[in-house]
């Protein structure tokens, strides 16, 4: 819609940012109202950390108060493709996986909604699907500049990604069950990582930043061959999407800083990890986001180290908790200081993220 009278990508950048921060800071007061009056409240596991005991009852699937203004500000602001629509689309599959999970929580009262087979099963699904989108789509064009010669350009199956120093590799067949396994890893990463009041939307804020940098390289023919990275036409209206992500998180923010009065739920996690994992797809950016999410790979490792531990050991832990926030808890650390030093080193990472960007030796 605005973007015809907007032509500039940059300017679109800040107004769609704007746009999201402002439309949740306006449906926030009234989604948290909504979900009260319906009883959605958090229901807190009761083997968990003890203080969060106090938290059973607020509201939860409060992640629309970010996604509504995500669609609504991509809507107005972007220009259609095959890149947004695609991360549109895998935004809506998850949050829709997440939406039925939050009720079904509610329903049974219970922490736990859906199996975890139920869960993976649908995320897989959905994965597919916009895999296969990417691999298979004619439209897509992407190409490299050779080294040493910024005028010259190879030209990338749709199948090739990004690596770190390294420049693009080709997957081939690879690709398909590659794209899936860091689609869901992301979507389950964030989700994990959604346990303290603040912690996954400050933590996926500062993630989407790099990808906001990503894409508008790699849709900009100077930057991406200067930078010698892969040039994508069209992929840099994704800038929007991310731009999106951050004003729709700080705007949540505000309400879920600690003491939260709203909590995402599964409904909002399960969605930003899917966006994020879109957005690194569409970009080819994939090494890149185990990089800039280095928040969400570690939780989700704790989390898998400590199960095949208990498992193997028949009952020992690695941590006294997982996912590994809650560890830094039962250690005495506050809430806010967990929260604080997670975004910290989440801000590191987007950092290192940025500079390996840039920083492409060879090509392969």
Known sequence: MFNVWFEPLSI????SLVTS??????????????????????????????????????PTMGGVIILIPLFVTTLLWAKYNIF????????????????????TKVVKARSLGFTARQKLVAQILVAVIAACVIQFSPGIKISISEP???????????????????????????FLPFAVFVLVGSTNAV??????????????????????????ICGHSIFARHLGVAYIPGVGELTILCASIIGGCLGFL????????????DTGSLALGGALGAVALCSKTEA??????????????????????????????IFKMSPIHHHFELCGWPEQKVVMRFWTVGLMFALVSLTLFASRLVAL
């Not at 549109?88 to 939050?102: A, E, H, K």
């Not at 879920?256 to 909590?263: E, R």
């Not at 800039?292 to 570690?298: C, N």
């Open 21 to 58: 921060f402002v439309l949740s800071m306006i449906i926030a007061p009234s989604v948290i109202a909504n979900l009260k009056n319906r009883q959605i409240g958090q229901n807190v596991r009761e083997e968990g950390v003890k203080e969060h005991l106090s938290k059973s009852g607020t």
């Open 84 to 103: 947004v629509l695609t991360a549109l689309g895998v935004t809506v599959g998850m949050g829709i996986i997440g939406l039925f999970d939050d009720i």
């Open 191 to 216: 989700n994990l990582t959604d346990g303290l009041d603040g912690l996954a939307a400050g933590t996926v804020g500062v993630s989407a930043a790099p990808f906001l940098v990503f894409v508008y």
């Open 254 to 265: 505000w309400h879920n800083s600690h003491p939260a009065t709203v909590f995402m739920g």
């Open 288 to 317: 890149y986001l185990a990089i800039a999410g280095g928040i969400f790979v570690i939780e989700a490792l704790s989390v898998i180290l400590q199960v095949s531990y208990f498992k193997i050991s028949k009952g020992k832990r």
């Open 148 to 174: 040493g010669n910024p005028e010259s350009s190879i030209q990338m199956a749709n199948t090739a990604i990004q690596v770190p120093v390294f420049g693009m590799i080709d997957l081939g067949w690879f």
């Open 12 to 15: 679109r950048i800040i107004f």
